[in-house]
C-alpha cells in the first residue's frame, strides 16, 4: 500500500510498504477513505519534534471504512464507517475512565509514564504506524474508533479526529465563561476550532493573533477581532482594546514553531532578545534540514507563551494545546505566577470529546469541513505538506482523497 514515511527531519517520501496486519485481538484494520495534514506533522519534519523513528508512517487524522478486525473486538464489524480518534487509549485504566484518554497507562508500548501514545508520532510515543496510508492498524479498537452515522459525510468526520476536538479542548481547558474576553493565539486548523469553540461557549469577544491575512480573515469572519503581530504588537493591542486590563483566557495554538515578527512594533523585542530566541531554538530543533523554502522551523519557539502572559488580565487562564515537546524547556513563570494565573495544558483527550462533537456537526451547530480549504488525492501529499509547511495565503487545511470516501 502506499503511505507518507518519515525518513529524517526534512526528508518525508510517499512510500510503497506492506499493508498493516492485526497484531493483538484488540486490533481493527481500517481502510482509510479519507486523511489529513496536522501543524503535529509539520514539527516532525521540521526537526522541532525530536525522536522520531525513520521508517515511522505519518499522520493522526484519519475517516476510513473497517476492513478487519479482531476476536476482541465487539462493536465493530468490517464495512462500518468510522473516524479514529488521533490519540489511542484502552478504555480501562483509571485514565481512560475518567476521560484522559491521551494519559492512558496502557496505549502506549514504552510504558505508563512515556506520554501520550499517537497514531505517527516519535519513537516515545510508540511509535504507532499513522493514518496517512492506505490502510492503518488501529490498537483498542473498540474505543479507538467511532461510528459515523450515514448523514456525516468524509469532510465533516475528518475534522473530529483531531483537529476540533483539540480546539474545543483549548477553550474547555481556558475556562471560558460567558461574556469573557478570549485571545486565540494562532489561526491554523486549530486555532480556528479554538475561536469556533470559544464561541459556543459564550466568549464575550475573542481576538485572534497571526500573520497570515487569509488565516487572519478566517478568524474574522467567524466575528474574532484580528490583529497581525507583524504589523502590530498584539499585547498592546489587546491591553488598548480591554481598558487595560487585558483577557480573562488566552489559548495557545501555536505551540513550539512560534514565529516572531520582522517587522511592525514587536520587532524590536524581537531584536533585543535575538539570542535567547537564537538558543532556545537550538535547544528545541538541534537537527534541521531546510529545503529551499520549506521546513523553516519557528525562530521564536516561547513567543505565544511570553505573549500570552502578558496579555492576560490578573487572575486569568491560559490554556496550552499547541504542541511543546519533552525537550522543550521555556516559560515566563515569574511574569505567571506574580499574576496569580492559572495554566491548563495537554495532549488532546480525542475520545472524550468526539461523540459529543458529532452531535454538534450533525445539528448544524458547527460545520468543521469550512476549514479544509484544500482538496488534493492521496498521490498529491509530499505537494500538500510543501504548501501547508508555507501557511500559503489561502492554504488552511488539506484534505487528502483516498479510495471509497463520501
Ligand atoms: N494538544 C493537542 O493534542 C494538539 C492536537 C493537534 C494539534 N496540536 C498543535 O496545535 C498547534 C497548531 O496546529 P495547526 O494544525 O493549527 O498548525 P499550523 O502550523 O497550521 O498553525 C500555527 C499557526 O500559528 C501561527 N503563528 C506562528 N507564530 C505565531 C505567533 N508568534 N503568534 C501567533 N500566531 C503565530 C502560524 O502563522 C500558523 O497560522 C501545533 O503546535 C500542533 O502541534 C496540538
Ligand atoms: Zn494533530
Ligand atoms: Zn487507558
Redesign the pocket.
Known amino acids: 500500500m502506499k503511505a507518507v514515511v518519515w525518513h529524517g527531519v526534512g526528508d518525508i517520501r510517499l512510500d510503497d510498504v506492506p499493508d498493516p496486519r492485526i497484531e493483538q485481538p484488540t486490533d481493527a484494520i481500517v481502510r482509510i477513505t479519507s486523511s489529513a495534514i496536522?501543524?503535529?506533522d509539520?514539527?516532525m519534519v521540521r526537526g522541532t519534534?525530536v525522536g522520531m523513528q525513520p521508517g515511522t508512517i505519518l499522520g493522526h487524522e484519519g475517516v476510513g471504512i473497517v476492513d478487519e478486525v479482531g476476536a476482541e473486538v465487539r462493536n465493530f464489524m468490517p464495512g462500518d464507517r468510522v473516524v479514529i480518534p488521533?490519540?489511542i487509549a484502552c478504555g480501562y485504566c483509571s485514565y481512560c475512565r475518567a476521560g484522559y484518554y491521551?494519559q492512558c497507562d496502557n496505549a502506549n508500548p514504552n510504558g505508563p509514564d512515556a506520554g501520550?501514545c499517537f497514531f505517527g508520532g516519535p519513537e516515545l510515543s510508540g511509535p504507532v504506524n499513522g493514518l496517512q496510508a492506505e490502510k492503518a492498524r488501529v490498537p483498542f479498537a473498540g474505543v479507538g474508533l467511532v461510528k459515523l452515522p450515514d448523514q456525516i459525510s468524509d469532510e465533516q468526520a475528518l475534522l473530529l479526529s483531531?483537529?476540533f476536538p483539540?480546539g474545543y479542548?483549548?477553550a474547555e481547558l481556558a475556562e471560558i465563561k460567558p461574556g469573557n474576553t478570549v485571545v486565540v493565539?494562532?489561526?491554523?486548523?486549530?486555532?480556528?476550532c479554538a475561536i469556533a469553540s470559544a464561541k459556543l461557549m459564550g466568549a464575550g469577544r475573542i481576538f485572534a493573533?497571526?500573520?497570515?491575512a487569509s488565516?487572519l480573515d478566517m478568524a474574522l469572519e467567524q466575528g474574532a477581532e484580528v490583529v497581525d503581530?507583524t504589523r502590530e504588537d498584539?499585547v498592546a493591542v489587546i491591553r488598548q482594546f480591554t481598558g487595560g486590563i487585558g483577557c480573562d483566557r488566552a489559548i495557545d495554538?501555536?505551540?513550539?514553531?512560534?514565529?516572531?515578527?520582522h517587522s511592525g512594533p514587536g520587532m524590536q523585542e524581537f531584536t533585543l532578545h535575538q539570542k535567547e530566541f537564537q538558543q532556545e531554538l537550538s535547544q528545541v530543533a538541534p537537527k534541521t534540514n531546510v529545503k529551499g523554502e520549506n521546513w523553516q522551523p519557528?525562530d521564536?519557539p516561547s513567543?505565544?507563551l511570553v505573549?500570552a502572559v502578558q496579555a492576560l488580565a490578573k487572575a486569568g487562564t491560559l490554556s496550552i494545546?499547541?504542541?511543546?515537546p519533552e525537550t522543550v524547556n521555556l516559560f515566563p513563570i515569574g511574569m505567571a505566577m506574580n499574576k496569580n494565573l492559572t495554566m491548563k495544558m495537554?495532549?488532546?483527550d480525542?475520545r472524550r470529546y468526539i461523540p459529543r462533537l458529532m452531535e454538534l456537526v450533525q445539528n448544524k451547530a458547527i460545520d468543521p469541513a469550512k476549514i479544509l480549504t484544500q482538496r488534493a488525492p492521496f498521490s498529491n501529499v509530499i505537494e500538500a505538506y510543501q504548501a501547508?509547511d508555507l501557511?500559503k495565503e489561502g492554504w488552511?487545511?488539506v484534505h487528502l482523497q483516498m479510495q471509497g470516501g463520501r
Open positions: 496536522c501543524g503535529t509539520l514539527h519534534m488521533a490519540t491521551s501520550t483531531d483537529i483539540t479542548m483549548g493565539f494562532g489561526c491554523g486548523p486549530v486555532g480556528q493573533v497571526d500573520s497570515v488565516r503581530f498584539p495554538a501555536v505551540g513550539v514553531d512560534a514565529m516572531a515578527p519557528g521564536a513567543m505565544t505573549w494545546i499547541g504542541v511543546y495537554g495532549n488532546c480525542h501547508f501557511r488552511l487545511k
